[in-house]
């Protein structure tokens, strides 16, 4: 495990204030999730592919899933077809997937497919994950491969892990369990080895950091007040991109039940993106989606891959560019790409 850090969570900025600009290399932009986090990885990665080189997706499924089968309602295919279904033949529907992700792209509702072309990709499944569970991952791949990433360009590794993310650290939960705060100790970083995947050539991980946590004001970039996204979120930002260097974007996405209102720093902060981001000039941002109990329903804190931040919409719009939660994720990569304030 890395040595006791320079700056260590409760440096966190605070009160959180505006996102700061810092001329970021938005065209190098990459994504990457978990459960739920993986899901909108998805439809962030392929609503807006003109931006991204490439996606981590863990313990999720492929893009506009939750349409699978015409017969089922979203929220059916979501926490059915899209998690554990029952046989290979009710999980989702790939080809039928496919077929409206190219209608989306052919009428600008999403960037054209040809940026996928030379993109890297990294899929994990556990194999002692009932939540989301392989088959359905293998779907992901499929559905990927069909929209033009080569398969030569996809690292899918399979592993004995429950529903988390994984690291290198024996405080956490044990490799095979799927518990709170759904994040494992397996012996690997795999922040570390989504990021390789996607940028390869990255220097090993930095002991110390050189710049604290920044907590920001997320609320800043909402537009609808069904987003369930909380109105602060994090970024960590190395002093060499605070200082001239243009860096690349990052954006992680946590998983249901594991936003900051719900485990504090654990996410953001101790899963090993920002020691790599501080050895190979990357910016990580960290959005923010919190529970909600009234209107939007999303008493988990998930990221919406079903609908549920357009209520009493009978076609709503979690999928594309002008998504709700899409867009507001849109606009943070966009001021952090902005020339420096």
């Not at 960037?111 to 990294?122: E, T």
Request: glycine share 8%.
């Amino acid at each position: 495990m890395l040595s006791l850090l320079a700056f260590t969570p409760a440096h966190a900025q605070s009160p959180a204030g505006k996102l700061p600009a810092y001329g970021a290399a938005i065209q190098q932009t990459s994504v990457s999730g978990l459960s739920s986090g993986a899901f909108m990885t998805s439809q962030l990665y392929v609503a807006f592919s003109d931006i991204m080189v490439g996606a981590g997706i863990v313990a999720g499924g492929p893009y506009l899933c939750a349409k699978s089968w015409a017969g089922n309602s979203l929220m059916e295919n979501a926490t059915t077809t899209c998690m554990n279904p029952l046989t290979a033949r009710s999980g989702p529907n790939t080809p039928a997937l496919v077929e409206k992700t190219n209608w989306l792209a052919e009428y600008g509702y999403i960037a054209p497919l040809s940026n996928l072309k030379d993109d890297r990709i990294y899929l994990y499944s556990g194999a002692s994950d009932r939540t989301v569970t392989t088959t359905v991952v293998n779907q992901t791949k499929a559905f990927f491969q069909s929209v033009g990433v080569p398969e030569a360009s996809i690292k899918y590794e399979k592993g004995k892990a429950g529903h988390a993310l994984l690291t290198n650290n024996s405080t956490d939960t044990s490799c095979p369990l799927t518990k709170p705060p759904f994040i494992n100790d397996c012996d690997f970083e795999q922040s570390g080895t989504i990021l390789k995947q996607i940028y390869p050539g990255l220097k090993p991980p930095a002991e110390q950091l050189s710049s604290p946590i920044i907590a920001f004001d997320q609320s800043e970039f909402l537009d609808s007040p069904y987003t369930s996204m909380s109105d602060t979120a994090y970024a960590y930002v190395p002093a060499a991109c605070r200082n001239g260097t243009s860096c690349r974007i990052h954006v992680v996405l946590h998983g249901c039940k594991q936003g900051a209102q719900v485990i504090g720093d654990k996410y953001y902060a101790q899963t090993g993106y920002n020691q790599l981001a501080e050895a190979n000039d990357l910016i990580i941002l960290y959005p923010q989606v919190q529970p909600s109990t009234s209107t939007p329903l999303n008493p988990q804190g998930c990221w919406d891959f079903w609908g549920y931040s357009s209520p009493n919409n009978p076609t709503p719009d979690y999928f594309t560019r002008n998504a709700p939660q899409l867009r507001a994720i849109h606009k943070m990569i966009v001021r952090l790409s902005e020339p420096r304030t």
